[in-house]
């Protein structure tokens, strides 16, 4: 699977959007990006995922670069219970296994 | 809908010792994953089970760890003997299938925080 880069650290003003890039340069064709997130003391939550197009769903959208090598996963209107740790993950179609990288801490402070 | 489920959440054992953790996935999640947290960084796959049979195991240490899903449902993962680098949370998730789908969503249990002393 491709590797991803993240910020370790973002803030964000309750209320206000917040944007938490990903580089995936080197994603390949078959690859999907997968977003999930993992509140403290809780086991990681799938938020959204897409292959190309943009995408929505009720937690959050998903903004893919036309040439696929990044991605922002967008929370429209952070909440304190959106402080969490968030991770992109690029997989291949078809297969299940997620491997983790570090991810990007987002503090949502009121 | 239930979610998966673990026990114990918090484990304390002394090194040398054995501990064993327990999984139930979801209803109908032929899937089975186990993952190990350490402080700081992401979850890693230790194994993965489609129904009863091991699907991918190459980052268990199999000298102290195995784990089972013997009816394919509920699993169990093992520690025998337990060194002080397993301090960790050990995840469960299932999902429905594995190969084939694209939206192969996992559901992650809420963890056993393991403590090596």
């Known amino acids: 699977d491709a590797k991803t880069t993240q910020p370790p650290s973002m803030d964000c003003a309750e209320g206000r959007a917040a944007n938490l890039p990903c580089n995936h340069s080197?994603?390949?064709?078959?690859?999907?990006v997968y977003w999930y997130r993992q509140i403290h003391s809780q086991g990681p939550q799938y938020i959204i995922h897409?292959?190309?197009n943009n995408e929505t769903n009720e937690m959050a959208s998903l903004i893919i670069t036309e040439d696929r090598k990044s991605s922002t996963l967008i929370l429209p209107h952070a909440t304190l219970r959106d402080t969490a740790v968030y991770y992109c993950i690029v997989r291949v179609a078809g297969y299940s296994t997620l491997t983790f990288g570090k991810g990007t801490m987002l503090l949502v402070s009121p | 809908e239930a979610g998966v489920a673990q026990s114990p959440r918090y484990k304390i054992i002394e090194k040398r010792q054995s501990v064993a953790f327990w999984c139930n996935p979801i209803s109908g999640h032929a899937t089975l994953y186990w993952y190990q947290q350490i402080l700081g960084q992401g979850p890693k796959l230790l194994i993965q089970?489609?129904?009863?049979?091991?699907?991918?195991d190459s980052q268990l240490p199999k000298d102290r760890f195995s784990a089972e899903r013997l009816k394919g449902v509920d699993s169990t993962l093992k520690i025998q003997p337990a060194k002080l680098e397993d301090s960790a949370v050990y995840l469960c998730a299932s999902s429905l299938g594995t190969s084939g789908s694209s939206y192969n969503e996992q559901f992650f249990g809420p963890g056993t925080r393991l403590t090596v002393l």
């Open positions: 897409g292959l190309k």
């Open positions: 089970f489609q129904n009863n049979g091991v699907v991918d």
């Open positions: 080197t994603i390949s064709g078959n690859e999907y």
